[in-house]
């Protein structure tokens, strides 16, 4: 497998956490490339005493600047990473820095798969039996119905691929279960969605069912997906916090019994961490991509290598191109 490409610089906590996580990742035998200010890498794998191959970019988008300035900094370590994937040196990219910029710059350097009008980012959200994905968490805050057609096949292709899913079953966010419930854009594309032969379309589904896990994909626009994902990641956190303090802050039969469910409380807070996938996929580009949080640690660094890797051992983008050519519609909207 080619290396997978990443952003070494783009993030909170870089360019520490990149080479620590890429180390680490690279034990377990995944090749990647750092990119980003040579001198400073260098230091760091120096100080770690590892070895890793380095693309230099000497310009930095950083998370307070504006996702068009991808546009006149080419020389950039995300720019460069991707375009290492445009390439071929790199069979994949990686950035845990601005998202908005990463999305822009993959548009501008990779373009976008025949059939997909716009590119989605999309979230494997927990749930008791594993992760149903939800797309699109951010990068489409309009859509057209259009849109949520292709985001639903996209969506279809992946939980294939990640989930092993024969048939996979596809499910459009409404506030109703009836097909006649929602807005304008949810009533047209619920028809579109249905009429998709390669889909198992389940119908609507309302946000309390999204964790139940009534369907493996639930497809949605970008403002509200970004807002469920938000409301979920914030929602555990509060929760495990509330849970910690009952289980502290009480007598000596409380403690007995926190010390009595703390490794499973640890096994489910582990599941709930957005760092145990690392980073999300970009959808629709031509090229692997995926974006991580911006705070992210070695750990999420790491795991977001390991998903990178595995969309391009599970031929994720050979896949996504097959299913979207089903598409009668695609291309047809501007």
């Given at each position: 497998?080619?290396?997978?490409?990443?952003?070494?610089?783009?993030?909170?906590?870089?360019?520490?956490?990149?080479?620590?996580?890429?180390?680490?990742?690279?034990?377990?035998?995944?090749?990647?490339?750092?990119?980003?200010?040579?001198?400073?890498?260098?230091?760091?794998?120096?100080?770690?005493?590892?070895?890793?191959?380095?693309?230099?970019?000497?310009?930095?988008?950083?998370?307070?600047?504006?996702?068009?300035?991808?546009?006149?900094?080419?020389?950039?370590?995300?720019?460069?990473?991707?375009?290492?994937?445009?390439?071929?040196?790199?069979?994949?990219?990686?950035?845990?820095?601005?998202?908005?910029?990463?999305?822009?710059?993959?548009?501008?350097?990779?373009?976008?798969?025949?059939?997909?009008?716009?590119?989605?980012?999309?979230?494997?959200?927990?749930?008791?039996?594993?992760?149903?994905?939800?797309?699109?968490?951010?990068?489409?805050?309009?859509?057209?119905?259009?849109?949520?057609?292709?985001?639903?096949?996209?969506?279809?292709?992946?939980?294939?691929?990640?989930?092993?899913?024969?048939?996979?079953?596809?499910?459009?966010?409404?506030?109703?279960?009836?097909?006649?419930?929602?807005?304008?854009?949810?009533?047209?594309?619920?028809?579109?969605?249905?009429?998709?032969?390669?889909?198992?379309?389940?119908?609507?589904?309302?946000?309390?069912?999204?964790?139940?896990?009534?369907?493996?994909?639930?497809?949605?626009?970008?403002?509200?997906?970004?807002?469920?994902?938000?409301?979920?990641?914030?929602?555990?956190?509060?929760?495990?916090?509330?849970?910690?303090?009952?289980?502290?802050?009480?007598?000596?039969?409380?403690?007995?019994?926190?010390?009595?469910?703390?490794?499973?409380?640890?096994?489910?807070?582990?599941?709930?961490?957005?760092?145990?996938?690392?980073?999300q996929p970009l959808l629709g580009v031509r090229g692997n991509a995926f974006i991580g949080h911006g705070?992210?640690?070695?750990?999420?660094?790491?795991?977001?290598?390991?998903?990178?890797?595995?969309?391009?051992?599970?031929?994720?983008?050979?896949?996504?191109?097959?299913?979207?050519?089903?598409?009668?519609?695609?291309?047809?909207?501007?």
């Open positions: 497998m080619k290396p997978i490409a990443l952003d070494a610089m783009g993030g909170d906590r870089m360019p520490g956490v990149a080479v620590e996580g890429g180390l680490a990742a690279a034990r377990e035998g995944i090749p990647v490339i750092l990119v980003g200010k040579e001198a400073e890498l260098h230091e760091e794998l120096k100080r770690r005493g590892g070895s890793l191959d380095i693309h230099p970019a000497e310009d930095v988008i950083t998370m307070g600047d504006h996702a068009g300035d991808v546009r006149h900094r080419r020389q950039s370590s995300i720019m460069r990473a991707l375009q290492l994937v445009k390439e071929g040196v790199a069979s994949a990219s990686v950035s845990m820095g601005n998202s908005g910029a990463t999305m822009a710059a993959a548009l501008l350097v990779l373009g976008r798969l025949a059939g997909v009008n716009r590119p989605a980012i999309l979230a494997n959200i927990p749930i008791k039996r594993g992760f149903v994905a939800l797309l699109d968490v951010g990068a489409n805050a309009d859509c057209k119905p259009a849109y949520l057609q292709q985001f639903a096949v996209m969506g279809s292709v992946y939980a294939r691929a990640f989930y092993q899913l024969a048939e996979p079953s596809v499910g459009l966010m409404s506030i109703g279960e009836e097909p006649h419930k929602g807005n304008e854009l949810v009533k047209e594309a619920h028809g579109l969605i249905a009429g998709t032969p390669s889909l198992s379309f389940y119908g609507n589904v309302e946000g309390r069912d999204l964790l139940k896990g009534v369907t493996d994909v639930v497809v949605t626009d970008g403002f509200t997906g970004n807002v469920v994902l938000k409301l979920a990641e914030g929602e555990a956190r509060e929760i495990f916090s509330w849970l910690r303090q009952a289980l502290t802050g009480g007598g000596l039969f409380t403690r007995i019994g926190a010390a009595m469910v703390r490794s499973a409380l640890k096994a489910v807070a582990a599941r709930l961490d957005p760092a145990e996938y690392g980073a705070s992210s640690d070695s750990r999420a660094v790491r795991n977001a290598l390991r998903t990178a890797s595995k969309a391009v051992r599970t031929d994720l983008l050979e896949r996504l191109g097959e299913g979207l050519s089903g598409i009668s519609s695609a291309g047809k909207v501007p």
